[in-house]
Nanobody
């Protein structure tokens, strides 16, 4: 089964930056893969899609992070990144890496905690 491992979370002050990494056990854009995604879930909130990148390099961002976050991928390292700048307290959440196949199966990492606080 596909394994996804997130890293890079931590505690940061408002206005600061973090870069999350998602290491995959198979190629992030193999023939079976549709796209790679970052989701987040804050306490008491629904899990939401933050950013997405597909094999063609097209990206999507939620309105709440657009202009502040950047998703990218490195096929050689089987890794997807989420660069997070100008962090706000409302960005506090567990961030999850997701791989979606062309048959719409989903694989998830266990998440990494991001806390934005003074």
């Amino acid at each position: 089964q596909v394994q996804l491992v997130e890293s890079g979370g931590g505690l940061v002050q408002p206005g600061g930056s973090l870069r999350l990494s998602c290491a995959a056990s198979r190629s992030i854009f193999s023939i079976s893969v549709m796209d790679m995604n970052w989701y987040r879930q804050a306490p008491g909130k629904e899990r939401e899609l933050v950013a997405r990148i597909n094999s063609g390099g097209s990206t999507y961002y939620s309105d709440s992070v657009k202009g502040r976050f950047t998703i990218s991928g490195d096929n050689a390292k089987n890794t997807v990144y989420l660069q997070m700048n100008s962090l706000k307290p409302e960005d506090t959440a567990i961030y999850y890496c997701n791989q979606r196949t062309k048959l719409l199966a989903n694989y998830w990492g266990e998440g990494t905690q991001v806390t934005v606080s003074s």
